[in-house]
């Protein structure tokens, strides 16, 4: 199967701290991932597109110095929320993209939920 | 118009039934479809691709394509309580098929 893991599961943190979020591709390869945000009762929202050894991609209307993706291996995404604030809030889930599948099946981590203080 | 189409719900069928959940999509030339289950709390989970026009099955499972209507359905036979969750339909679009668009998810309630 196509695995992916989320660590931490869970974070509360205070108001202007940062928080890392790593995304685990742990039986294949991905070049690419993707980070989503999704609040009680509401869609998935795509944040941005994270590719490895290069810059990642942002949707319109999310702040890249805040939200900093590091893509540096074949198997690692990171998502730094940088002096967060209680708006940050929310269900952070990571996919990747599962490139030895014909059509690029994208696969979820079980995600992370953010509290701010 | 939205690339990826799907009633919000919320579809309530009783225990046995037979549970169908649509999804329209607007890209022609779109080649992969998928329906994701997500529970209440919990990320997304990979249900079933299909690629080709038609009926693929698996288990109580049948996705069903129409690529000239741009359509894709979910079928779910004998539905279960535990079959209650929000449904994603995701298309793949873009000029290499790669950039997949999620629909905004049905709400299924499977009533015992």
């Known amino acids: 199967g196509a695995v992916v893991s989320q660590h931490p599961s869970w974070v509360i943190c205070k108001s202007g701290t940062s928080v890392k979020i790593e995304c685990r591709s742990l039986?294949?390869?991905?070049?690419?991932m993707f980070w989503y945000r999704q609040f009680p009762k509401q869609s998935l929202m795509l944040m941005a597109t994270s590719n490895e050894g290069s810059k990642a991609t942002y949707e319109q209307g999310v702040e890249k110095d805040k939200f900093l993706i590091n893509h540096a291996s074949l198997t690692l995404s990171t998502l730094t929320v940088t002096s967060a604030h209680p708006e940050d809030s929310s269900f952070y889930i990571c996919?990747?993209?599962?490139?030895?599948?014909?059509?690029?099946?994208?696969?979820f981590g079980p995600g992370t939920r953010l509290l701010v203080l | 118009q939205k690339e990826v189409e799907q009633n919000s719900g919320p579809l309530s069928v009783p225990e046995g039934a037979i549970a169908s959940l649509n999804c329209t999509y607007s890209?022609?030339?779109?080649?992969?479809f998928f329906w994701y289950r997500q529970y209440s709390g919990k990320s997304p989970e990979l249900i079933m691709f299909i690629y080709s026009n038609g009926d693929k099955e698996d288990g109580r499972f049948t996705a069903q394509l129409n690529k000239a209507s741009q359509y894709v359905s979910l079928l779910i036979r004998d539905s279960q309580p535990s079959d209650s969750a929000t449904y994603l339909c995701a298309v793949n679009v873009g000029q290499n098929n790669n950039d997949m668009r999620f629909g905004a998810g049905t709400r299924l309630t499977v009533k015992p």
């Open positions: 996919s990747a993209r599962d490139v030895r599948q014909y059509q690029e099946t994208q696969y």
């Open positions: 039986d294949f390869q991905a070049t690419t």
């Open positions: 890209d022609r030339g779109s080649q992969s």
